[in-house]
């Protein structure tokens, strides 16, 4: 593995701001290291010519020349996921096959950010189809695989970008989170993600008023480097009117010496009996926790004083309401839904079934939830939890039908540990909890109060200075 590609983000960036190393280096090195290991885990799609990205990398090399320097993403080779629309490049929407041929003429706003930080797009990262479903699979650009065992899930729908990042061919990564996609990926391929509090990340939303659930945020491999993506995609814009303004940037005033002794966590498992988990993930986790006790964190298993299977009813509405409206113009089109998956056929046909009335009930229960996780943070500092109920399953599967004897109903079912975070609004940080006894990776969800991502990073990043997973579980492939 060539020196570049094995850098952290934050030494990269310094690496090429002192330019110890050309932008030319860097993109000849990520090329290298994506034609060694892509063909093995099909993980970052619609990569360009390798001349046009080295002449756009020799651009870069001349503003540096010049004095100039656009940003800390200064000639990184970045694939954006599939799903945001980046100028020139193919956005098929995670593989829907109408859009194949579809090239954006415009940027989203996160995607004009990252370019005007000083990042080369090289392509995408794979995404199943519309975001849906927590495995990254479609018809048009096949399954990504696992980066630690190829015949498991990488999961999803950010799984490109957690396998790209895991594998060195990306430095950092952008990613979106409804019900999991950041958090399921990154635990499942030892690496970072922040899915931030609503509005941190502004997007290109249709209807700009309504509040969603979804969320734009940074996957990498350490804590210092989320933070550096986190500031170049975070802050206000006048485009998207519910988004917040930032005071500080988070890399430059995170506490990355902060000590936690004393601080309170509470621990939800399977939440008294109400999840079903595969043998071995509560263990794994658990094993983990040892570690915030050495750190001189109180850890007591306790979950927020509500019924969690209201949770779920209300999510179910939600999220009908939300993924259905969004894709009723495709579904409304005889030609467009014939291409469509089962499960986008399933969000649409959800909410068509809703009331008006229907939806502001469920926002209500999710009101109320918000409340006892409020209660829950008068008691406790931190909120953790395992990022899925299983290990990276077979990639023949569309999803799994059962977990520990328990029958999944619904496609997003078996992730069903992710999403009372994501009903709360929370910020929370992906870290990596170990392997199972099977070799399999599994992530830990450190949640923080509303709005203060930086204490889940200072969390995290204490955390992983004493157990350094990324650097002692590398994937195999990375030997090859």
Known sequence: MHPIVAMDATELAASIRERSVSCVEVMRATLDQIERLNPRVNAIIALRERDALLADARAC????????NRGPLHGFPQAIKDLEPVRGLPTSMGGFAPLRSFVAPADGIMVE????????????????????????????????????????SAGGSSGGAAVALAL???????????????RNPAGWNNVF???????????????????????LGPMARSVPDLALLYDVQAGYDARAPLSLDDAAPLSATLDLEREFAGARIAWSGDMNGYLPFEAGVLDTCRDALATFTELGCTVEEA????????????WLVLRGWLAGSALLDVYKSTALRAHMKPEAIFEVESGA??????????????????????????????????????????????????????????????????LPVTMSGCPVVTAPAGFGANGLPMG????????????????????????????RRPPTLLGV
């Open 303 to 314: 979950n927020p004083d509500f019924p969690i299977d209201d949770v779920w009813r209300a």
């Open 193 to 215: 993600s922040l899915r931030p509090s609503l509005g941190r990340v502004p997007s290109n939303a249709r209807d700009a008023w309504l509040p969603s659930m979804a969320v």
């Open 444 to 471: 830990l969800q450190i949640v923080a109060r509303n709005r203060a991502e930086r204490d889940g990073l200072e969390l995290a990043h204490a955390y992983d200075r004493r157990t350094r997973w990324v650097e």
């Open 168 to 182: 060195r061919m990306l430095p950092v990564a952008d990613g979106g989170d409804f019900g999991g996609s950041l």
């Open 61 to 68: 090399d001349d503003e540096l020349a010049r004095g100039e």
């Open 113 to 152: 950010r990252m370019r005007r930080a000083g990042a080369i797009f090289i392509g995408r990262t794979n995404a199943p189809e519309f975001g849906l479903g927590s495995h990254t699979y479609n018809k048009v650009h096949g399954a990504t695989r696992n980066a630690y065992d190829p015949t498991r």
């Open 353 to 418: 079934k809703l009331s008006a009335y229907d939806v502001t009930a469920a926002s209500i229960v999710r009101s109320r939830w918000y409340e006892a996780v409020h209660a829950l943070f008068a008691r406790y500092d931190f909120w953790i939890l395992p990022t899925a109920q299983l290990f990276p399953f077979d990639i023949a599967l569309d999803w799994p039908r059962e977990i520990a004897g328990r029958r999944m109903d619904a496609y997003h079912e078996w992730m069903k540990v992710v």
